[in-house]
């Protein structure tokens, strides 16, 4: 018989015999809630952040080569939007180190 009823969250039956408990199943929901408001914020911040690096990557394909604020190779459309995707994934985890 499976003691889940989904995937990642067992059921009480589960835990009985366990020394997770009530107060361990709390730390577990505070540390799952955190994650989920890290998740949240770095989402905001990707969205807020994400038109200021497409617009550096596009500034980047337009000036002389000495001139670029960032490394790119020639492409099309996508490519710009791939270069700011992955300047934003490089740069925005710096904010959540503490």
């Known amino acids: ?6 995937i990642g969250r067992p059921s009480k039956a589960a835990l ?5 408990g009530r107060h361990g199943m709390a730390r577990m ?12 914020e ?8 994400f ?4 617009a550096t990557a596009a500034l980047s394909r337009i000036l002389p080569e000495h001139l670029r604020p960032m ?3 020639n492409g099309h459309f996508w490519t710009v939007l791939a270069d700011a995707r992955n300047a934003a994934h ?6 959540f180190m503490v």
């Open 71 to 73: 490394a790119i190779e």
């Open 29 to 40: 929901k505070l540390r799952s809630s955190a994650f989920a408001e890290e998740r949240r």
């Open 16 to 20: 009985e015999g366990t020394n997770i």
């Open 42 to 49: 770095y989402r905001l911040l990707y969205a807020i952040s």
């Open 1 to 6: 018989m499976n003691a889940t009823r989904h």
């Open 90 to 95: 490089s740069v925005l985890p710096y904010a």
């Open 51 to 54: 038109p200021l690096f497409a």
